[in-house]
């Protein structure tokens, strides 16, 4: 089956430092997704890209948070520096199409601390 | 902003019953989507519907558009213990390429 990889499934890091999150979407779609889960906001957008090209981060706290797809394999997620308040499932999401539904990775579950 | 809300928020039924849930919006979408989440992983697609009125099946799982285009409903039938979960609609409007979740509505099954 095709699937979202996301890595790292887990981080803890210190507030005030960097972190990185990679999403490798399935093969031939070129919508990406980024959603952020917590109990308190539930599933959250941050941003999506679209054939590469960011079509809306409005989502996301701009000073600290960036997003980018350095290839049409490779979508990241960087928080600098990063807070307490940012803990929370970070979910990747591929689609074929804008009109379609699209499947979601395994996250990665961040802790600052 | 729009806002997706979806009932009930947890339910606990009897295995072989019959479940029902829907989400309500204030905005009207041109898309419905239904996703199911187990613990520890993300949401997996289960339904997609593109057309008010639009009934689609896959096996147990029936999830309907509503005519007004501003809610959706989905059934589960004859569940069973692995039904347990978070099941999430999302829906879009046109003109955008989002998708708003709602809130979830939490699913135990007593065997």
């Known amino acids: 089956d095709a699937r979202v990889t996301q890595t790292p499934r887990h981080k803890v890091t210190e507030m005030g430092q960097e972190v990185t999150m990679r999403c490798q979407p399935i093969?031939?779609?070129?919508?990406v997704f980024w959603y952020r889960q917590t109990m308190m906001q539930g599933l959250e957008l941050l941003a999506y890209?679209?054939?590469?090209?960011?079509?809306?981060d409005s989502g996301m706290p701009k000073d600290r948070f960036s997003a980018e797809m350095p290839d049409a394999t490779l979508a990241t997620l960087k928080i600098q520096p990063s807070e307490p308040r940012d803990s929370a499932v970070y979910f990747c999401?591929?689609?074929?199409?804008?009109?379609?539904?699209?499947?979601f990775g395994s996250g990665t579950r961040l802790t600052v601390v | 902003g729009q806002q997706l809300n979806q009932s009930p928020q947890s339910m606990f039924i009897q295995e072989g019953e019959d479940v029902s849930m829907n989400c309500t919006s204030s905005?009207?979408?041109?898309?419905w989507l239904w996703y199911k989440q187990d613990p520890g992983e993300g949401p997996v697609l289960l339904i997609a519907?593109?057309?008010?009125?639009e009934l689609t099946s896959n096996g147990r799982l029936t999830a309907q558009f509503g005519i007004t285009r501003k809610d959706s409903f989905l059934n589960i039938s004859a569940s069973i213990p692995s039904d347990v979960g978070i099941y999430f609609c999302?829906?879009?409007?046109?003109?955008?390429?989002?998708?708003?979740f709602g809130t979830g509505t939490r699913l135990k099954v007593l065997a």
């Open positions: 999401a591929s689609g074929p199409a804008l009109n379609y539904g699209y499947t």
């Open positions: 093969l031939g779609h070129n919508t």
């Open positions: 890209f679209r054939n590469r090209a960011p079509l809306d």
């Open positions: 905005s009207i979408f041109n898309t």
């Open positions: 519907l593109y057309k008010a009125g």
């Open positions: 999302a829906g879009r409007t046109s003109g955008t390429y989002k998708y708003i």
